[in-house]
């Protein structure tokens, strides 16, 4: 498509689509294939010379090296993030995990913030640690201890924004500049966030990367990961990527081009739910706290309002009574189901103590901020008032219960 400027929506449903499409078809097509062939050895010398001129390439070789579907997802994630390229993966931890190999060298130094998903904390603990990277933790929105962590070995900065599970948002332009200021880049986790809510490279993120498995996706169907940026970062990534094999598939990359086109609606929807859900669970006795962005008591809600068209929906929230109250609590739920992930049009509920961190012990737990009463809601785009009716019947039941 022509590039215009155009409403994120109509960059959804037409960004990255060939016109015609092959056949004349209206969606891209599925190109269910492994290898490509050449018509003649003078076709294969031709292809390697542009190969090796650097000269952008869309033809395809071998599956591993990219796929006419996988493209058309690239192209159109890239227009939604405003960037020059994007660069799909089999999964979001494995575009996290190819960019922190591909940018750290042994020596290297990693800043990473506190409130962070615990598997990219784990190979931050563990793989990178062995080859020599060291990881520096601080605590979102400190900038004092992020200036005190920077070192002249520091290469870049890791966080997500918002966070997991406590949805803080950092100040990302300021981070942004500390960061430059001393050589390094910064890496944005905006998974929570989408293009739809902030486009971090447009607040001098360096290189961004979501989990395609949640909103991106947004039918809980398929698992995919993507880095988005400038050409200089995905070029070279991309040649890492060929010897490291995280590619996605012709069929998971259709599957994400068709949730991508009503990204912009369902984010509407996403966003209000949080929001009204967030804001009735405020009010609740049985709730110790709420943390969502949108909401005046989060202690990055300026700088959230500030940088984000909307606040998502994820809401977490503490239940009175630890353990039981929580785990009764999610129970007593009707509407969502309970499961891991987010950001797709189901409702999903978790325990984190007893679904994705249920291997630490209490102490361990604690340490990273993860209660035994904490629950993370994943709203889906079910209608704002049966979620929070079911909220308020399972709330009830906690009551009495406590």
Known sequence: MTQLQSGFSTRAVHGGEARPNPYRAVTTPI?????????????????????????????????????????????????????????????????????????????????????????????????????????????????????????PQTRLLFTELPTNPYLRVVDLERIADLVHARGARLFVDSTFATPYNLR?????????????????????????????????????????????????????????????????????????????????????????????????????????????????GVVSFEVRGGMEGAAALIDALRVPLIGPSLGGVESLVEQPALMSHYELDPVERAAIGVTDGLVRYALGIEDADDLIADLEQALAKVLVGS
């Open 31 to 151: 190109v269910q294939t492994s290898t490509y062939t050449f018509e003649s050895t003078a076709d294969v010398r031709a292809f390697k010379e542009a190969q090796q001129s650097g000269a952008p390439q869309r033809r395809g070789e071998y599956g591993r090296y990219g796929n006419p579907t996988q493209w058309a997802a690239e192209d159109k994630i890239a227009a939604l993030e405003g960037a020059e390229e994007a660069l799909l993966f089999s999964s979001g931890m494995n575009a996290v995990t190819t960019a922190l190999l591909a940018l750290l060298s042994p020596g290297d130094h990693l800043i990473v913030t506190q409130d962070l998903y615990r598997k990219t904390r784990q190979f931050c603990n563990t793989l990178l640690q062995r080859m020599g990277i060291a990881t520096s933790y601080v605590p979102v929105g400190d900038i004092a201890a992020l200036e005190a962590a920077l070192r």
């Open 200 to 312: 971090p490279l447009e607040h001098g993120a360096d290189l961004v990367v979501h989990s395609a498995t949640k909103y991106l996706g947004g039918h809980n169907d398929l698992l995919a990961g993507v880095l988005v940026g400038p050409s200089s970062l995905i070029g070279p990534l991309r040649e890492v990527q060929g010897m490291l094999g995280g590619v996605v598939d012709p069929g998971c990359a259709y599957l994400l081009l068709r949730g991508l086109k009503t990204l912009g609606l369902r984010m509407e929807r996403h966003n209000e739910n949080g929001l009204r859900v967030a804001r009735f669970l405020e009010g609740q006795p049985a709730v110790a706290h709420v943390w969502y962005p949108g909401l005046p008591s989060h202690p990055d809600h300026a700088i959230a309002t500030r940088l984000l068209r909307g606040f998502g």
